[in-house]
Structures are given as structure tokens and as C-alpha cells.
């Protein structure tokens, strides 16, 4: 016997009584079940296999399953279920594959009764028939589902459900021959016991696994499922195609479902990670959870409700080694914690608000029956359990509209159907990217696009040393035209004139002509001013300029100046080089004034003060023109984060893509992967499929790539004998049948094959496209009307 912690103390009104209250296991459990009569309560695990009894105040240990020196794999169980028809009997499915019965009744030790070693994978569910005491249900990670005659060696019958794992099956609790199956691939099956060739019928319930179904104790129509996409759908099977009545979306995949007794509407729920907890929710109101058990400290592997008739009591057990009585009572209600406050922001910029409204004066006295289901005739006068109904909160929606024209998002829409993210150099798409900002009236946008250009492409950003550059011509570049520099500091107002040696040989500095380039300084910093209509203008260099260094250099690095020479096989010339350049009319008037150059002094440039003109030039030894593009990193990530923090996630994936490994690893992959999901939510909103798929294929986010992997398995069944069709080649393993014949010249469609919705039949593209063009029914005779989109 173990100690028990006591919890809450509550008492039932029903035939079962107990409290709220634990017990530490051994190790974690996989599954947990409950005897009939509803006092004593299996619990099975990897290294667990115990009974306990469930009495008043604590759980008793009454029998542990785990015999020997060295337990075989066979009790190391997926899966547990207790006969609700023969107290003594149990059956565990084993990770090794093997589907075990146990009779407590025996006198030995070891209570190990039946062994089927039929399955090659992990089983993960067994089911006992709810009426018949001998048949049992397995579902294997290995595709196939297998009944059990127990008074048999081996299987009566196999079903395959052409998948590669089972993840639960559940017998109907009113239709004696039927029985459900989940799949990984997100379909769901209901097979007939007595035809194990075909299932009865197949669905699509949920996108990703289908992890659990539960058949409603009461409505026979009634199927409730839970996979990985973290939704509990509710479905009606008594229709021709199985219906869709309810979802219920969580926020995390759902490992186990079971339907409340007594509560038509009422299912518990626990998830296969991230969360601890257990929900019952209401399935009428599928956005908050009806209560909630908040005791498990790690992921709740099974949930049983006790009595089949008790709504009260709850089961659970856990990876934190624990089992939990829950009584319902006890349990949180998210509701009463809800805000019926809300705000929210429309596409276009509407604004809805709702906020708690009183109860009509008039009806304030009136009491409507807080209940949707009035399972009690009203002459019993029954008065309803007010913790069985939601707490009654309504909230006034108002919704204030903008202007349509003044928030319209077609640039958007525009935008990215003209941005061109990749296939072209980088100038040529900043340049493009640029001129369809600018066209959409988007200044900002185009001079960033700009900006990008400047600083990543190749021309700005040679990676050879700035010595053995020939200035002149990278004074023909963009960079080096956009140098303009407004308002001097003290001592720089007056303008100043270039003057050259006669002895110069090669023209090494940079001509800053009074007509088209200007220079300027704010003696600290050189900065975009806003609105400026020209190119953004920088200073480039490795050192800050003083004022004493503009207007006059020392000479005394002259023999290092005469290192930096241009071989003349470096680069193609332009233009014959002349040995002796004339200055410019201007200079030549003044060059035997300058007191600054003398006759051997050719690769040094000061400036002197004149009144007709500015100009600056800088000793190369002293200034690089170049800055590499790491150098830029820093600013392109605050700008990207400025888009992202204004909303415009747009312009941050796009330059994210265009910059590539430019600018990838300064951002931190948690960052991109939130920008790239916002941006492809927007453009599915706007219905581009395309640019979202476009964006999906360019990210270089593991977890963003994979959205184009998930949903791509194409299921097939024969045009002949309408039965799955395997992924081995094109003749039907039943029928022996070419199954992708093509209508119109009967042959074999191993490539582009099309078909009709409605009558199965197609072929080749171009063989249909024709016939099509001369006649609207099917090619193969059915009389069909067919229609390709």
C-alpha cells in the first residue's frame, strides 16, 4: 500500500463515491482502464502493469502483473483494456508487437492467459467487443488490423487499411458489426467484422494523423476524432457521407477523446504534448473549454471515466508517474476567467469592439432553462446543476468601418505580383523591386530597394584593396557621384580649387566638377536629409576627416604614396592615358600661386581657398573608398525589424530573399520564421497562391520549406473494381486491370493522367482536351456530361 495526498473531499450523489486525490506510480504510464463495477483501475506502462483499487479516500495496490527475475517485452504495454463483460479478463498490446490476455482468475502468479504474435510492428490499440466476451480488436503500427477469436490460437480475420499505421480502433456501442479505424494519413475507416476484404466506408477527417475516435455511448450516429492538427471533430455516420456536426480546436494534438456518460454534449480530452492538462468541453461551444484538470505535471497519457453511467469521476494517468481520481467538481472553469472584452483590426482597417452588456431590464426576472438539452420531461420539476451549465456572459458588438479608399491594400496585391525575388543579378532586381515601389507611389520603399543596391552589389564593394584602384574611374561609378557634402564646418565655408603637378603621369584623383558633384559636412556626421530628391550621399573611409586635414596634408608619406600604381594589365582601359593631362582652364590660372604643390608632389591633393568654386580631394593612403558589405549588416537589420515593427512584413521577407546569405545569419531563425508565416497568412488571405508558393520554394526555414511537403500523398482506387489502388505499378493487385486507361485510344496513361470527378473516367490531357472540343460526354461510352477545370 502507498501513501496517499488528500486533495478535496466531495461525495457523489450516485451509486459511486470518492474524492479528488493521487497516487505516485512506479514509472509513467501509457494507458489506464477501468473494471466494470468501477473499483479497481489498471495502469500499464513500458515498466508499470498494476491493479488498484479505488476506495474512499486513497487507491490500494492489489496486484502487480509484473512477474519474473527479467520481464519479457510482453508486458511492456502501448495500450490496456479491461473486459466490460468479464471482470477477470484483460488484454495489453505490447510494444514488440504482441497482443497479450490476461485472466486474473488463475491461481499462478503469472496471470498471462493468450499470446498473439501476429503483428510485425508496435500494436497501439486493443478493443474488446462491448457484447461479445471473446472477440477482440488490435491496430498495428504495421497498417493491418486483426479480430481475435480468444478461444483461438491465432486470428480470425485480418484488415488491411492500406496505410501505413493504425493508431486506434473502437468498436460501435450500438451496431454489433461495426467498428472504426484512425490512420496516420488522416483518414478514417469503419469496417463490418463479418467482410474483412473492403471497408464500408472511408473519410478525410483531419489533416495529418488521427491519433483517437470514440464512439457516443448514446447516440449511435455519433464519432468523435482528434489528430495532430490539435482538433476534436464530432461526426455524424448515419448519413450517406459521413458529416461534420462539431470541431472543437485546441492548442496542442490530440492523443485521447472520451465521451462524458450522461452528457450528450460533453467529451474530455488530453494532448499528446506541450500539454499537461485535460479538457471536457461543451461541443456546442467549442472555443473554451466547459472545465478543465490542471494536476498533471507532465503529459497525460490516458483518460477513462470511471463508472459508465457517473459523469463524476475521472481518471487519469500521466508521465509524471502519477494516477489521478478527478472529481468534476473540483475541476477549473476557464469561463468564469474569460474577458467578454474584445478588440480587433479588420483587413481594410475596420475596427470591431465588444464589450459586456447588461441583462435586458424585462427579461431580469425571467429564467430561461440555462440548458440546451432537456433530457428530463418538465413535470419532474428537476432543478438543473449550476455547474453543469456555462455561465450565461453576452457582449454588444460594435464595428466601426474606415474609408475604403484611404485603406485600400491593392499596392499590396500589386506589389507582389511585380516584385521579382529571384532568377536576375542582385542590382537588377533591387532596381526592378525599386521601380515598382516608386510606381506604386511608394518613395520610401524605392530608395531603400536603392540603398540595398549601393551597398551589397559588386561595384561598390570590390574586395581587392583600395591602394591599386584607379580613381578616376571609380569616380564614374554611382557611389562615387553621389558625393555631396552641404555646409562646411568652421573654417570650410570658403571654397577652394584642385591643383596638379605638371610632372603628374597618371590621373589618381577624384575631379569634383563645381557643376555636378557637391561636397558638404555637419562637422559630425553625413546623414540622408529628409526629403531629399537626389541619391542617398555617404562618405566613405577608414577614418574621420578633421577640418586641419581638409585643408592642408602633410607630404610626409610621399615615398609610400608612390606604392600605389595601376598596372596597366589590371584593368581594360577606357581611354587612351595621357602622359601629361592639362588641368582644367580654371586651375591653370592659379597653379603658379598654389602654395601647396610643388613639381614632384604628384599623388598628394590639399585644398586651397578661392572664391569661385569648392573642391575636395583625399589622399588615398589615409581614406578608402570602400566599405565591405558585412560593414552594412547592422543597418539593413534595424531597417528590417522597422518594416516588421510597421507591419509591412512584405518589404522584410522580400529583402530577406533578394540579400540572401547577405544579410541571413544577422537575423536569428525564430525572427524570419515569424516573418515569413505573416507574410505568406497575408497572401493566402488575398487568395496569391502562387507568390506564397514562390516565397515557400525561396525561404531557406526548415520549418517554412516543409509547408509544400505536407498533404502531397495522392490515394488512388481502381476505375475496374473501385478498390485502393497500390503504389507499385499500374495493374490492380484485385482485378488485375490497367487502371489508368485512357478512354479515348486505350492505352496504358503512364505520365499526365486526367479524370472526371463524377464518373472516374480520363486519360491523356491531350487526348481529352480534343474530344472535348467536339462532344461533352465522357469518351468512354457511360453517358456522363464530363467537366475539367
Not at 495529418?208 to 464512439?215: E, H, K, R, T, Y
Not at 462539431?246 to 467529451?267: D, G, M, N
Not at 461551444?285 to 471515466?305: L, M, N, S, Y
Not at 547592422?634 to 518594416?643: A, C, F, N, T
Request: proline share 4%; net charge negative.
Amino acid at each position: 500500500m502507498e501513501k496517499m495526498s488528500r486533495v478535496t473531499t466531495a461525495l457523489s450523489s450516485s451509486g459511486v463515491s470518492g474524492r479528488t486525490m493521487f497516487c505516485h506510480l512506479d514509472a509513467p504510464a501509457n494507458a489506464i482502464s477501468v473494471c466494470r463495477d468501477a473499483t479497481q483501475v489498471v495502469v500499464a506502462g513500458r515498466n508499470i502493469f498494476k491493479i488498484y483499487a479505488l476506495e474512499e479516500e486513497q487507491f490500494v495496490e492489489k496486484l502487480n502483473l509484473r512477474v519474473g527475475r527479467k520481464p519479457s517485452l510482453n508486458f511492456s504495454c502501448a495500450d490496456v483494456m479491461w473486459h466490460q463483460m468479464e471482470e477477470n479478463l484483460l488484454a495489453t498490446a505490447a510494444t514488440n508487437g504482441a497482443v497479450v490476455t490476461w485472466n486474473l482468475g488463475k491461481p499462478s502468479r503469472n496471470k498471462q492467459d493468450q499470446l498473439f504474435t501476429e503483428h510485425k510492428r508496435t500494436v497501439n490499440k486493443v478493443c474488446f467487443h462491448p457484447t461479445e466476451v471473446y472477440m477482440l480488436l488490435s491496430g498495428s503500427q504495421d497498417g493491418f488490423m486483426k479480430c481475435f477469436d480468444l478461444r483461438k490460437k491465432e486470428s480470425v480475420s485480418t484488415f488491411s487499411g492500406q496505410s501505413e499505421s493504425v493508431r486506434d480502433v473502437q468498436f460501435s456501442m450500438k451496431d454489433y458489426f461495426t467498428f472504426a479505424a484512425s490512420f496516420e494519413n488522416g483518414n478514417v475507416q469503419l469496417w463490418d467484422i463479418r467482410r474483412p476484404d473492403r471497408y464500408e466506408r472511408m473519410f478525410t477527417a483531419h489533416t495529418g494523423p488521427v491519433f483517437c475516435c470514440d464512439w457516443h455511448p448514446d447516440d449511435r450516429g455519433w464519432l468523435a476524432t482528434g489528430g495532430r492538427d490539435k482538433m476534436v471533430k464530432v461526426w455524424d455516420m448515419t448519413t450517406n457521407r459521413a458529416k461534420e456536426v462539431y470541431c472543437v480546436q485546441t492548442i496542442a494534438s490530440v492523443a485521447r477523446v472520451k465521451w462524458r456518460p450522461e452528457r450528450k454534449f460533453h467529451l474530455a480530452t488530453c494532448s499528446m504534448m506541450v500539454d499537461h492538462n485535460i479538457y471536457v468541453w461543451d461541443v456546442r461551444r467549442p472555443f473554451i473549454p466547459f472545465a478543465t484538470f490542471e494536476e498533471h505535471k507532465d503529459v497525460t497519457t490516458g483518460i477513462v471515466w470511471r463508472h459508465q453511467h457517473d459523469p463524476h469521476f475521472l481518471l487519469s494517468g500521466s508521465k509524471d508517474s502519477t494516477l489521478y481520481q478527478h472529481m468534476f467538481k473540483d475541476a477549473t472553469r476557464p469561463v468564469d476567467k474569460a474577458n467578454p472584452e474584445g478588440l480587433c483590426f479588420g483587413l481594410f482597417g475596420d475596427l470591431a469592439f465588444a464589450a459586456k452588456e447588461s441583462l435586458i431590464s424585462s427579461d431580469a426576472n425571467r429564467k430561461p432553462y440555462p440548458g440546451g438539452d432537456r433530457r428530463y420531461p418538465i413535470f419532474f420539476f428537476k432543478k438543473p446543476d449550476p455547474t453543469e451549465q456555462f455561465a450565461h456572459v453576452s457582449s454588444a458588438l460594435s464595428v466601426f468601418e474606415t474609408d475604403l479608399d484611404s485603406n485600400r491594400m491593392d499596392w499590396f496585391v500589386k506589389t507582389a505580383q511585380l516584385y521579382l525575388l529571384s532568377g536576375k543579378p542582385f542590382a537588377e532586381l533591387c532596381d526592378h523591386n525599386a521601380k515598382v515601389a516608386r510606381e506604386l507611389k511608394r518613395p520610401q520603399v524605392s530608395t531603400t530597394w536603392t540603398m540595398l543596391k549601393i551597398m551589397f552589389s559588386d561595384p561598390a564593394n570590390l574586395m581587392t584593396p583600395g591602394a591599386n584602384h584607379n580613381l578616376s574611374k571609380l569616380g564614374s561609378l554611382p557611389l562615387m557621384n553621389s558625393f555631396s557634402m552641404k555646409e562646411m564646418g568652421s573654417g570650410m565655408g570658403t571654397e577652394s580649387r584642385l591643383e596638379r603637378s605638371k610632372g603628374e603621369s597618371r590621373q589618381d584623383n577624384i575631379h569634383l566638377e563645381p557643376g555636378n558633384s557637391h561636397i558638404s559636412n555637419n562637422n559630425e556626421e553625413n546623414e540622408e536629409t529628409e526629403g531629399s530628391e537626389g541619391q542617398a550621399e555617404y562618405m566613405f573611409g577608414d577614418a574621420e576627416l578633421d577640418d586641419d586635414d581638409l585643408y592642408s596634408m602633410e607630404h610626409d608619406n610621399q615615398a609610400e604614396e608612390q606604392e600605389y600604381t595601376l598596372p596597366q594589365e589590371a584593368f581594360q582601359l577606357r581611354h587612351e592615358i595621357m602622359d601629361n593631362p592639362s588641368a582644367p582652364e580654371h586651375l591653370q590660372q592659379d597653379k603658379a600661386d598654389s602654395p601647396h604643390v610643388s613639381g614632384n608632389e604628384a599623388e598628394v591633393t590639399c585644398l586651397t581657398p578661392i572664391e569661385s568654386f569648392s573642391l575636395i580631394s583625399i589622399s588615398q593612403p589615409l581614406f578608402s573608398p570602400h566599405l565591405p558589405a558585412s560593414f552594412f549588416c547592422p543597418i539593413v537589420r534595424e531597417m528590417l525589424s522597422y518594416y516588421a515593427e510597421q507591419g509591412d512584413v512584405q518589404m522584410a521577407v522580400s529583402v530577406l530573399i533578394v540579400l540572401g546569405d547577405r544579410i541571413r545569419k544577422e537575423i536569428d531563425d525564430l525572427t524570419q520564421e515569424h516573418w515569413y508565416m505573416s507574410y505568406i497568412d497575408l497572401l493566402q488571405r488575398f487568395e496569391l497562391w502562387n507568390v506564397s508558393n514562390e516565397v515557400i520554394k525561396l525561404s531557406t526555414c526548415s520549418a517554412i520549406t516543409c509547408l509544400n511537403q505536407t498533404s502531397t500523398t495522392l490515394h488512388i482506387n481502381c476505375s475496374n473494381c473501385k478498390r485502393p489502388m497500390s503504389n507499385k505499378g499500374w495493374i490492380c493487385d484485385r482485378c488485375h486491370q490497367c487502371a489508368s486507361v485512357c478512354a479515348v485510344c486505350h492505352h496504358v496513361v503512364k505520365g499526365l493522367f486526367v479524370w472526371c470527378q463524377g464518373c472516374s473516367h480520363g486519360g491523356h490531357l491531350e487526348h481529352i482536351m480534343n474530344w472535348l472540343k467536339s462532344s461533352a460526354h465522357c469518351p468512354a461510352g457511360c453517358g456522363h456530361l464530363c467537366e475539367y477545370t
